[in-house]
């Protein structure tokens, strides 16, 4: 049975780090949560290392100056990990081909910036659909419309045996109060239709460890001595029980109406109900990050 917590601070003593999901527990993706950003304050104020771990499809420059632009003070996390970077490796290793497909916002093209931590890496060409080997995607055209106008593209891609990357496997974000699709619903629906999926964010391995090499960057610390924060309960917490690693779920993120988070707190029978059908078993749980 998960506890359910009343603040960080109530059990954040025995971690040296802490990796945090971003969109959900500390903004919004238009302004950040006050109480998340102070709680991880206080929390570095005590000697404890931030990394931020997220499914955003961008690199970790681009997120930083994404934090500063919507008000994230520097001060409350330590380095940044994200399923942009983990897929950039990949893409210029090559592993969709040269010549690819780009499904994704037309202004998100960040994603195909230079890269130094490949050696000789691919040149990689965006190029229609007809052309191509396989296929990027940082997310729908439109993330408000129904990821299946997609499957026309999505069959040719298919019928030809191209390769999706997906840059972000989140299903579904909450920008403020509208819900949008992510890459991760383009790419699930790729996978039913036959074709291969290729993912790099959470819950999969590869950002993971990206992650534990940022925080070795800064100091060594074992996995016991880590505590994974998130609101996604088929991403960060799936991942954290992956790898093993403790977690504390954010219920009054993409779950507050199934865990029936008012007031601040999720209830506690609606949410043994919610963990019991996703099979799931977060160690802690608490509304929001604070």
Known sequence: MTRIIQSLAEISAP????????????????????TAVQALKDYRAKGGIVVLVTNSPRHRGAVEKQLAKIGVDPDAWDGIATSGDSARAAMFEGVVGEKVFFIGDPKETSFFDPIKIVENPAQIQR???????????TGPFDPTA???????????AKNKGMKLLC??????????EVREWCAGAVAQLYTEMGGESLYFGKPHPPIYDLARR???QLAKVPDDGILCIGDGIGT????????????????????????????????????????????SAPMFSIGMLR
């Open 236 to 279: 960060d917490i799936l991942g954290a029980m992956g790898e093993d690693l403790d977690c504390l779920f954010i219920t009054g993120g993409l779950a507050a109406d199934e865990t029936r988070t008012t007031g601040g707190q999720p209830d506690p029978e609606a949410l043994e109900r919610f963990l019991a059908k996703a099979q």
């Open 15 to 34: 971690y040296e780090a802490l990796f945090v999901d971003l969109w959900g527990c500390v903004h919004n993706g238009f302004a950040p949560f006050p």
């Open 127 to 137: 190029v229609p659909l007809t052309e191509a080997e396989g296929i990027v995607c």
């Open 146 to 156: 129904d990821p299946r106008e997609l499957e026309p593209q999505l069959i040719y």
């Open 167 to 176: 840059a972000n496997p989140d299903i579904v974000v909450d920008r403020g």
């Open 214 to 216: 940022r925080l070795a």
